[in-house]
């Protein structure tokens, strides 16, 4: 977002200058937001996906542009990422597909640190940054050549208190060869509907462009702050997808308990039992930072991966 009229504080070592770009993003020149004030970028971490072609050498050649200004790199060992370990960095930078970068919302969201995707992967929708000038677009992101877009997440609970956040949905499915899933969907103790159908999608504004598009759902710009509900091969023609505002809170319980579910976020199995229903979606307070270079344009991502052109 950009602030009209923003003055910036008088330049001390306590609170740098903010540099403000143009349009609706924020640039910063080696500066992050911590609540209402920016520390240096001290140290990054750089979370790869080694089974892409040339990843060690990426992470090789992103560590040393790194080095050469100064910042410390930190290189997590597992994935999906132990609670902790961004403690400490001021940026996370994946080397990998969407996924990767999926696989560290959680940490990032609970660390309020941003972050950069380099794309080795197919896709692109959410890792801007090309792996074939990798070192370069790191040593400018370092250089404040760079802008942020602000994210919703989703937050959700399950029944036996696990929790977890989403940057692009939560799907809930019938699991292995199980035949339908009948959903009960309950929006902030208000009856919606049964879907008896291939599940449910929950889908951020982010996450639009991913399952809730193969499952018909609507494309919804990332600055908007509501969330969908999309049915996945609904046995009722009427069945559509919903779009609910912030502070709205959804319930999805089993209605069929002979038929076990699955339930994914961001694609990953979020809790294999069966105790897991019923769960509970809403969208969350935290939100998550993520580096574009200077000059992105949403939309004509969507005309690029969507072959509107």
Same mark, same amino acid.
């Given at each position: 977002m950009f602030i009209r009229g923003f003055k910036p504080a008088p330049r001390d070592s306590s609170f740098p200058l903010l540099i403000p770009a143009s349009h609706s993003h924020l640039h910063f020149r080696f500066f992050r937001f911590i609540g209402r004030r920016m520390d240096a970028i001290r140290k990054i971490a750089i979370v790869a996906n080694f089974t892409k072609p040339d =990843? =060690?050498? %990426?992470?090789e050649a992103l560590s040393r542009a790194a =080095?050469? +200004?100064? +910042?410390?790199v930190a290189v997590p060992e597992e994935y999906p990422l132990r609670t902790g370990a961004l403690d400490g960095c001021d940026i996370c930078v994946t080397l990998g597909g969407d996924g990767t970068l999926l696989g560290a919302v959680g940490e990032a969201a609970r660390g309020d640190i941003p972050v950069l995707g380099i794309n080795r992967g197919k896709l692109g929708f959410l890792t801007h940054y090309p792996a074939e000038n990798a070192a370069e677009s790191l040593g400018a992101v370092l250089r404040g @050549?760079?802008?942020? !877009?602000?994210?919703? %997440?989703? @937050?959700c609970d399950t029944c036996d208190g696990c929790h977890a956040y989403a %940057?692009?949905?939560v799907v809930v499915a019938p699991d292995g060869h199980a035949s339908l899933a009948k959903l009960r969907a309950s929006v !902030?103790?208000?009856f919606v509907n049964s879907f008896w159908g291939d599940g449910l999608v929950v889908a951020t504004p982010t996450g639009s462009t991913a399952y809730n598009l193969s499952a018909g759902g609507p494309l919804i710009d990332p600055a =908007? &702050?509501? *969330?969908?509900?999309? $049915?996945?091969? $609904?046995? !009722? *023609?009427s069945n559509r997808a919903l779009i609910l505002p912030r502070g709205r809170v959804l319930t999805i319980a089993a209605e069929d308990s002979a038929n076990p579910l699955r339930v994914e +976020? &961001?694609?990953v199995h979020f809790h294999p039992d069966k105790g897991n229903m019923p769960l509970t979606v809403w969208l969350s @307070?935290?939100? %998550?930072?993520?580096?574009?270079?200077v000059g992105f344009r949403h939309f004509s991502l969507l005309r690029s991966k969507l072959r509107w052109l």
């Amino acid at each position: 977002m950009f602030i009209r009229g923003f003055k910036p504080a008088p330049r001390d070592s306590s609170f740098p200058l903010l540099i403000p770009a143009s349009h609706s993003h924020l640039h910063f020149r080696f500066f992050r937001f911590i609540g209402r004030r920016m520390d240096a970028i001290r140290k990054i971490a750089i979370v790869a996906n080694f089974t892409k072609p040339d =990843a =060690a050498e %990426l992470v090789e050649a992103l560590s040393r542009a790194a =080095a050469d +200004v100064g +910042v410390a790199v930190a290189v997590p060992e597992e994935y999906p990422l132990r609670t902790g370990a961004l403690d400490g960095c001021d940026i996370c930078v994946t080397l990998g597909g969407d996924g990767t970068l999926l696989g560290a919302v959680g940490e990032a969201a609970r660390g309020d640190i941003p972050v950069l995707g380099i794309n080795r992967g197919k896709l692109g929708f959410l890792t801007h940054y090309p792996a074939e000038n990798a070192a370069e677009s790191l040593g400018a992101v370092l250089r404040g @050549e760079f802008q942020f !877009s602000t994210r919703t %997440l989703l @937050e959700c609970d399950t029944c036996d208190g696990c929790h977890a956040y989403a %940057l692009n949905d939560v799907v809930v499915a019938p699991d292995g060869h199980a035949s339908l899933a009948k959903l009960r969907a309950s929006v !902030s103790g208000e009856f919606v509907n049964s879907f008896w159908g291939d599940g449910l999608v929950v889908a951020t504004p982010t996450g639009s462009t991913a399952y809730n598009l193969s499952a018909g759902g609507p494309l919804i710009d990332p600055a =908007a &702050d509501v *969330f969908a509900i999309t $049915p996945i091969c $609904p046995h !009722s *023609f009427s069945n559509r997808a919903l779009i609910l505002p912030r502070g709205r809170v959804l319930t999805i319980a089993a209605e069929d308990s002979a038929n076990p579910l699955r339930v994914e +976020v &961001d694609g990953v199995h979020f809790h294999p039992d069966k105790g897991n229903m019923p769960l509970t979606v809403w969208l969350s @307070e935290r939100k %998550l930072r993520l580096a574009q270079p200077v000059g992105f344009r949403h939309f004509s991502l969507l005309r690029s991966k969507l072959r509107w052109l």
